[in-house]
């Protein structure tokens, strides 16, 4: 089961800020959080994981509370090609296996 | 830069034939690989890992198998094909290391008939 929360659908004007929330209240200490993004019929799409520091990189910023209970990924400009579910996964040090939930169907609207 | 390929990205296949699913990294050494399915309306189910030449781990039992007989090759099989091995199959690899992300292929589309 998946280890995190995440709201089914969320709309974004396009050029806006697009700001994904997370829930994990059950992390533990050496758990990350990673960032998915799958577009219709194809793999999903690495977008960025951290710890505890907020982390970015050219895609998106990755904002981790100080008690790591729940994260938000940003997309600064989001255009229509950022239409897609976005999953927010778990994961401990050492793990194999990406569990991935329903995720956050994002909609950027012209 | 890596890249994986995965191929045939669609497959179309009676019940009881065989199965034979390729995927290839390129631009990496000693990559992990994985295998994953994707049923409709449903979340990734990891099948297969693999660490190494030869080494397979298996996360649930089914009909399938999994071969690596290269550094950068994973095949996934099987002898007979159930409706119920329908799906959307994905390879992906990661680097050694404990934190590394995987990065997925583009997926094979399978509909058993």
């Known amino acids: 089961d998946a280890k995190t929360t995440q709201p089914p659908s969320m709309d974004c004007a396009e050029g806006r800020a697009a700001n994904l929330p997370c829930n994990h209240s059950t992390i533990s200490g050496n758990e990350y959080v990673y960032w998915y993004r799958q577009i219709h019929s194809q793999g999903p799409q690495y977008i960025i994981h951290?710890?505890?520091n907020n982390e970015t990189n050219e895609m998106a910023s990755l904002i981790i509370t100080e008690d790591r209970k729940s994260s938000t990924l940003i997309l600064p400009h989001a255009t229509l090609r950022d239409t897609a579910v976005y999953y927010c996964i778990v994961r401990e040090y050492y793990g194999q296996n990406f569990v991935f939930g329903p995720g956050t169907r994002l909609s950027v609207l012209p | 830069s890596q890249t994986i390929h995965q191929w045939p990205a669609t497959l179309v296949q009676p019940v009881g034939s065989p199965l034979s699913l390729e995927c290839t990294v390129e631009g990496t050494s000693n990559p992990n690989l994985y295998w994953y399915r994707q049923a409709a309306g449903r979340g990734l189910q990891l099948l297969f890992y693999s660490v190494g030449i030869g080494q397979i781990s298996s996360e649930v039992p089914q009909n399938l198998s999994a071969s690596r007989p290269q550094d950068r090759q994973f095949i996934l099989s099987s002898k007979k094909l159930l409706l119920s091995d329908s799906g959307f199959y994905l390879c992906?690899?990661?680097?050694?290391?404990?934190?590394?992300?995987?990065?997925f292929g583009d997926g094979t589309r399978l509909s058993i008939l």
């Open positions: 951290g710890l505890k």
């Open positions: 992906a690899w990661s680097e050694m290391g404990g934190n590394q992300p995987q990065h």
